[in-house]
């Protein structure tokens, strides 16, 4: 594999992985609207188990989307830019 095959591959899954932020930060909105709306109806003691589950959940999601998911991002797109310079002069 090239060092050409090497940022073409790098750009590509800088791509993908902005994209799977995307979709994550979509579907995880979308279900925190599902949980405000099944809120005042689910009230038993299922209920409490899955939100101990759930906050650990959250929790992770929102480390992910606010800090590991931008910060992977990032590093992967700066050494897309120095790997671009390197080749490109």
Known sequence: ????????????????????????????????????????????????????IWAELEEEMHRYLNHVGPELLEKLVSDLRHTREYLDG
């Open 1 to 52: 594999m090239s060092m050409d095959d090497v940022r073409d591959a790098m750009a590509e899954f800088a791509g993908r992985l902005n994209e799977l932020n995307l979709e994550i930060r979509t579907s995880f909105q979308s279900l925190n609207e599902a949980h405000q709306n099944v809120d005042p109806l689910w009230r038993d003691s299922m209920r409490q188990q899955y939100d101990a």
